[in-house]
DNA sequence: GATGAATGAGGGTTCATTCAT
DNA sequence: CATGAATGAACCCTCATTCAT
């Protein structure tokens, strides 16, 4: 992981990631049979750290559009957090979309309760994902880099809140609770 | 351009360009100093041909919301048209995120236009900039790898629109108006 | 064996035949101090079959003529059987002559008593064994790669029969008497 | 071919063929695109060098008998002249079997045109190619090695002229006549 | 006696880049 | 201005072999 944040993963060779852990590239071949398959397992170890830290996030909370609403600021914040690391994250969604995929079925899911909720008005479910994904990892790169100022992230996640049909006074609230402790 | 499309910026090698272009190597070294020099003009180029179609696209029009709407429907017109072109450009936003800032003044300026016309109600710039072109460039991307159901473009348009302030009658009113051709 | 037959002596790995064999490739070192030394064990484990079988074709007959023709067949025989098997036992000849010239006391021992019982008139007693061994072989290899037609193996073995002087029609016979069963 | 001849094919490496043409690997890798082309064209040039000096070697004579015997001594005497190079040549043999059947045309039209001159007799033509193709390549092996007497070479074609049916007196006397030189 | 874990030494291959002509 | 020819520096990967446990 620490070879790929830092050199990205088109860049990182199996040498670094070999004298990073303190072995040869050989013993590495001895549990990656490839290249590609380290960097894929390494997307999957990713992926799952993250589900379980967003399913953390979310345990007990009914509020769709509060689910919604934490689920972005979490990662807005990891990308203020560990810039280095969302990077990587963000190159593994576009090397491995499924990875994205996987990770999409919560806000998906946060969707589909908040429209049971009568919380969230959309005519098109597949529109709504894309503007949430899409603002969210745009964001993201965008606060990973050093480009956003403070208070972008709750801005942002207040804009998606309207996109979805919150009344804009409401979702400006929603987007102020505080973030529930990371378990 | 051909083959960084067919294959894929980091993919692509000298010789292959040479070999397209019917010229040696060492010919190429006439004209670009470096292979990054090379990627590099041929982001600026890419993203010039872009500026002039959207410029044109807009030309008369004076009602802000329709321009948002119709950039960026063109953009997932142009997606659905020549998809191996749209991730060729998607790649170029990832590696020269300079291209994207410069194409960003466009909706950059709609955007504003719109406020300034009561078309558009968002209480914080940066945050609907993000919205717009992260939503964009993911519909983009999901479009081009053919993983859309026809009328998402409109969709996805409409719930731009909508975020923005405008009210949702009037946004599907709006993305539903005919592109203007392409002169 | 297994893997020698099925990928070819240079090409077999230490790992290939310790996985083959059920144990790990350090395992296959308490046996065998080197790689080498595992071809070589082979090698003569394939020798000391082969020279049981042909010890035991031969055990009772008489006529070396008919011993020399039976000699030949059975190698024809067991081509058209287990070419693997014989593609194998060919790559050893290459790599360890000594195989071969252990197994060439056979026929040697046949072409002299040949000669004795006057069956054989053979002016150099080298260029016959060279003759011998040489179609032989060349013939197997024809064999085992399905580049021959039926009745090759008793034509070719009635030719060398009368290249050690036995007259034509009684060659013909010779090597159409059917071969002993293999016990 | 120096490397070759020297190594082995299997074990000769692309750096030894580099420095032994000094020039470098990469160098290499633009004439020829892979270890497995370079050793496929380096047969063809083996191949081709051969089939030159064989028509040569036949160029005028019309004895079928003759022919044949020159053929083999030829062999024969290349074997003690250059043991190297017939082992890389034989080695080829078992490598590019395409390469020996191109060869084998020369023996089988002189076989073809002795039978038509009444100078052969066999029963049957591939069971007759076997045992020539055969004795040749092994005789040649075995001279190669330093294993044969002098004389051996003789020996070997008169037994091969039996084979076929040449009387043997016949036989002896048509070996014993002079090589043509080469041209 | 078997193994898990590691490795040294190399092998084939690629590619951006140079430079004299 | 184009090129032919060459290359340095890596890179991914393989495999026979070792050794403490």
């Given at each position: 992981m620490q070879v790929f944040t830092q050199r990205g993963i088109a860049a990182a060779t199996m040498q670094e990631v070999a004298q990073a852990a303190g072995v040869t590239t050989a013993t590495l071949y001895n549990y990656f049979g490839t290249r590609d398959e380290l960097v894929q397992r390494l997307a999957v170890a990713l992926a799952q750290t993250l589900c379980k830290a967003i399913a953390d996030s979310h345990a007990?909370?009914?509020?769709a559009a509060e689910r919604m609403a934490i689920g972005q600021r979490r990662y807005y914040w990891l990308a203020a957090e560990s810039p280095a690391w969302t990077l990587l994250l963000l190159e593994v969604f576009s090397a491995a979309p499924d990875v994205l995929a996987q990770i999409e079925q919560y806000p998906l899911a946060d969707l589909r309760a908040g429209i049971r909720q009568k919380k969230f008005k959309v005519p098109d479910e597949a529109a709504a994902m894309d503007a949430i994904t899409g603002t969210c990892v745009h964001t993201m790169r965008r606060i990973a880099l050093g480009h956003a100022a403070p208070g972008h992230a709750e801005a942002s996640a207040a804009l998606v809140l309207r996109a979805l049909g919150v009344p804009p006074g409401q979702a400006d609230e929603v987007v102020r609770r505080p973030l529930p402790p990371l378990e």
């Amino acid at each position: 992981m620490q070879v790929f944040t830092q050199r990205g993963i088109a860049a990182a060779t199996m040498q670094e990631v070999a004298q990073a852990a303190g072995v040869t590239t050989a013993t590495l071949y001895n549990y990656f049979g490839t290249r590609d398959e380290l960097v894929q397992r390494l997307a999957v170890a990713l992926a799952q750290t993250l589900c379980k830290a967003i399913a953390d996030s979310h345990a007990q909370l009914p509020d769709a559009a509060e689910r919604m609403a934490i689920g972005q600021r979490r990662y807005y914040w990891l990308a203020a957090e560990s810039p280095a690391w969302t990077l990587l994250l963000l190159e593994v969604f576009s090397a491995a979309p499924d990875v994205l995929a996987q990770i999409e079925q919560y806000p998906l899911a946060d969707l589909r309760a908040g429209i049971r909720q009568k919380k969230f008005k959309v005519p098109d479910e597949a529109a709504a994902m894309d503007a949430i994904t899409g603002t969210c990892v745009h964001t993201m790169r965008r606060i990973a880099l050093g480009h956003a100022a403070p208070g972008h992230a709750e801005a942002s996640a207040a804009l998606v809140l309207r996109a979805l049909g919150v009344p804009p006074g409401q979702a400006d609230e929603v987007v102020r609770r505080p973030l529930p402790p990371l378990e």
